[in-house]
């Protein structure tokens, strides 16, 4: 699995960090952490009159004092990263560039199945909300990105992990990731399906019809999820809980991570291509920016290379 983590040394970047350890990451792991100065790197042979000189090096020169300070940045990150994980490959990069529009770059070019960044700000109301680079980073991704945030509870707690359902390729793609996991013994996972209206999962997720009074039908489309997903955990010591609700899936996802104290929600980038990369849903968007714990939005394209189990999960 190949991850590429930015880091900048502020306390969102820390929480992504620590995140890492709640993530379900497997053990052969290939990271790359990445700073970026938000710099122009001036060309030392650009030419230029003698009264331009004075200031062009000045300027130069912050431009390699905030290299250099990336550089230190990326390395503390990586030794931390190296004690907590000895069985990963971690590799360091600092560059001079826009931080959001540097690691899309980089990941297109590296190709990693899972991006990490850190969530930047709140609300006046106790919101999350996405910084410039998270979001950008989100929106602009081929692959899956994980918006880490600080756990809401401790450490030593069990790990609970929430999957948001609705029968998309792209969240059957949430699902297989979070049953790929390598989770630890006791960790707790919620699938949630959301009834928006009157249409909810039916047999081989597909779509029909469910007045809003009939409840035996609702809790036939549990049922049937159940079935559908037991495959995917089945061995693997974890026994999720399936829920249905109904109502709006963006404020069912956010209501249950804030209830549950959850530590991730995993979620699909629904969406229909646009010069070739995924365009982000509504649901993605609305969970990523406003759920109090990380959130991992997960693009199917790179689905069979990333999980720790290997190819072969489908629902």
Do not use: N
Request: with cysteine; net charge neutral; charged share 30%.
């Amino acid at each position: 699995m190949r991850i590429l983590i930015g880091y900048d040394g502020s306390e969102c970047s820390e929480a992504a960090l620590e995140d890492l350890q709640r993530a379900g990451l497997p053990t052969d792991v290939e990271a790359v952490v990445m700073t970026v100065a938000d710099v122009w790197l001036w060309p030392e042979d650009e030419t230029t009159s003698d009264s331009d000189v004075l200031g062009i090096e000045r300027a130069r020169e912050h431009a390699r004092r905030a290299l250099r300070e990336a550089r230190e940045l990326a390395a503390r990150a990586s030794e931390r990263l190296r004690s907590r994980f000895p069985e990963w490959k971690v590799a360091t990069e600092a560059v001079g560039d826009s931080p959001a529009w540097a690691l899309v770059k980089k990941a297109d070019e590296w190709e990693p199945d899972l991006i990490v960044v850190g969530s930047h700000g709140r609300t006046a109301i106790e919101r999350f909300v996405l910084g410039s680079v998270s979001q950008k980073v989100l929106y602009e991704a081929r692959c899956s990105v994980r918006i880490a945030r600080r756990a809401l509870r401790p450490a030593e707690d069990t790990l609970r992990i929430i999957v948001g359902v609705d029968g998309s390729p792209s969240s059957q793609a949430a699902l297989e990731m979070a049953a790929a996991r390598a989770w630890p013994e006791g960790t707790e996972i919620r699938v949630l399906s959301a009834i928006d209206g009157a249409l909810s999962l039916g047999e081989s997720f597909a779509l029909r019809w469910i007045a809003r009074d009939d409840e035996r039908a609702v809790e036939q489309a549990r049922a049937q999820l159940a079935a559908l997903i037991e495959p995917l955990f089945a061995g693997r010591g974890w026994s999720p809980t399936v829920i249905v609700r109904r109502g709006s899936a963006k404020r069912a996802l956010v209501e249950e991570a804030e209830k549950w104290q959850a530590d991730s929600v995993f979620v699909g980038a629904r969406g229909l291509r646009t010069r070739e990369r995924s365009s982000l849903g509504s649901v993605a968007s609305v969970v990523a920016s406003r759920a109090p714990c990380s959130v991992e939005v997960v693009r199917k394209e790179r689905i069979a290379s990333a999980g720790s189990t290997g190819a072969g999960l489908a629902l």
